[in-house]
Structure formats: structure tokens, C-alpha cells
């Protein structure tokens, strides 16, 4: 049975200006970071249950001033929550927008899958004596098996005991 889950008809005009669209974010966004796994993990996170903290810490200490230090930068910091506030957004956005993409890849995918599993069928039952015989084989690999190793068996190896090393 046929199967259309989507039809997409993006042209080459589309695709030339969602890439420049791309482009202009990669450029907009040049400032952005990319962290080792390393530093990741030994960063101190600021996670959902500490915001609220973080923001009323600032507040006070913007508040107060002659308690602050010169080495601790306020404003640097009041700005970091605005921008990650800004950046938020943004992301939420995109994270959205790419769940949208990958799921339309997926029906895409999927609409062709069904659409050459069919077709391979239909090959399968009017291709004898047409002379696609050996053009069905030819796409048949996908189908093939390997065959099993000779050392390897089906059955499982049953587990020694404490016993059995004793």
C-alpha cells in the first residue's frame, strides 16, 4: 500500500536563501563557543533550581555595591544572564525548528522506503519473464543475509560458577 506521509517542494531558490539565511546566523553567532568535553564537565553549571539564586544574588549585589569586590565583576555577569536569557529564545526556537526538520527527513525517508519496498515487490511478481529478472537480484542485496560464522552457535554458553573455577 502506498504510503505519502509528506511532499515537500522546496525549490533551488529556497534552498539558496535558507542558506544564506544560515550563513547570516553562522556570522551573527560567530561569537559562540565550543567547549571540550573536559571543561564541560568540570564547569559549575547554573541548572534549573539554582536560577532563581543566581538572579537574586545578582540583584543584591548590584544592590549593594560597596560589598563587592573589584575583582567581581557585576556587570559582566548581569550581562551574561541577559544574554543567556536572549540566547534562551533563540534556541528554543531552533531546537523546534530542527525537530521539525528531522522529523520531516523521517517521513521523507520513510515515503521512500515504502515507496522502493513496493516497487521492489511489484518487481518481485511481474519482473519474471520481462527480462528484470537479473536487475531485481541486483537490488536484492539489501535483503541478503550473512551467513552465520562456523565457530559461532546458536545456542548460549552457559555461565561458569564459582564452583566450576574452584
Not at 556570522?27 to 553549571?45: E, P, Q
Not at 529564545?89 to 519496498?117: F, I, P, Q
Request: with cysteine.
Amino acid at each position: 500500500m502506498s504510503q505519502n506521509l509528506i511532499t515537500l517542494n522546496l525549490s533551488a531558490d529556497d534552498y539558496a536563501e535558507l542558506d544564506a539565511a544560515l550563513a547570516k546566523a553562522e556570522g551573527i553567532l560567530s561569537g559562540l563557543i565550543d567547549l571540550s568535553v573536559t571543561t564541560r564537565r568540570s564547569l559549575v553549571k547554573m541548572g534549573d533550581r539554582s536560577e532563581s539564586f543566581c538572579r537574586q544574588a545578582l540583584v543584591l549585589l548590584a544592590q549593594n555595591p560597596q560589598m563587592v569586590p573589584p575583582s567581581l565583576d557585576v556587570a559582566d555577569a548581569q550581562n551574561d544572564l541577559h544574554q543567556l536569557d536572549q540566547l534562551r529564545v533563540r534556541a528554543h526556537r531552533m531546537r523546534k525548528l530542527l525537530g521539525r526538520m528531522d522529523d520531516t527527513m523521517t517521513a521523507l525517508g520513510s515515503d521512500v522506503m515504502r515507496a522502493s519496498l513496493d516497487g521492489y515487490t511489484l518487481l518481485k511478481i511481474t519482473g519474471k519473464g520481462s527480462g528484470l529478472e537479473s536487475l531485481r537480484q541486483g537490488i536484492a542485496v539489501r535483503f541478503a543475509r550473512s551467513p552465520r560464522a562456523a565457530n559461532e552457535s546458536p545456542a548460549l554458553k552457559p555461565v561458569p560458577s564459582k564452583a566450576d573455577a574452584l
